[in-house]
């Protein structure tokens, strides 16, 4: 009798980013099945005047490197998470991160809507398929998804979903919607290269 050797997991990268505040890191951690690496250091008193807190005053911690989690969604796949920092002085380490993953998730708040619009002008210059996923906030503005579609001027094939970042099923639903997103335009690439041949 022969032994079954374990099967080893397709692992599927999507990267989280979006503007300073808007629950890059709650989002990891809602549905990461391990404790989720994080490398947050206090606010200090150099970036006065460069992190703009405004709509997130009470905010005392930022992200300096990378978030990472992880979600097991079969024996055989797993997905890496891992959330950009969100201030423009560490922008340099989204190419690293970005290398090899398969989509994005661009988190936005509607309070702060201009915030996202370095995250997506970076995808879609890099053409990785992305989703906008609004944090439904609690006591911020509801606007329909057409509106914030037209306000971020997204092009009409990119989703935009309504999330909770702190809700496991809500995060998962988003994240599923990238891979989705991802399977989908890859299949359509496929089949322009099918049809030109």
Not at 30 to 40: C, D, F, G, M, Y
Not at 83 to 95: M, N
Not at 162 to 183: F, T, W, Y
Request: glycine residues 8%.
């Amino acid at each position: 009798m022969h032994a079954v050797s374990p099967v080893e997991p397709l692992t599927l990268k999507i990267l989280v980013a979006g503007g300073f505040g808007v629950g890059k890191t709650t989002l990891v951690s809602a549905v990461s099945e391990i404790r989720p690496l994080r490398t947050e250091e206090l606010l200090s008193e150099p970036g006065i005047g460069i992190d703009d807190t405004g709509g997130v005053e009470g905010k005392n911690t930022t992200t300096v490197a990378m978030d990472f989690g992880r979600i097991t969604l079969r024996e055989d796949l797993v997905l890496y998470l891992f959330g950009t920092p969100g201030q423009d002085r560490f922008w340099f380490l989204w190419d690293e991160l970005s290398q090899g993953s398969l989509g994005a998730v661009v988190l936005a708040d509607t309070r702060r809507l201009a915030d996202c619009f370095a995250a997506i002008d970076y995808f879609e210059r890099r053409q990785l398929p992305f989703v906008v996923a609004v944090n439904c906030f609690d006591g911020a503005d509801r606007h329909p998804v057409v509106t914030v579609r037209e306000a971020l001027d997204l092009d009409p094939e990119v989703p935009v979903l309504l999330c909770d970042a702190r809700d496991r099923e809500s995060v998962k639903d988003v994240l599923v919607g990238v891979v989705e997103h991802a399977m989908s335009l890859a299949r359509a690439r496929r089949q322009s290269l099918t049809a030109g041949t």
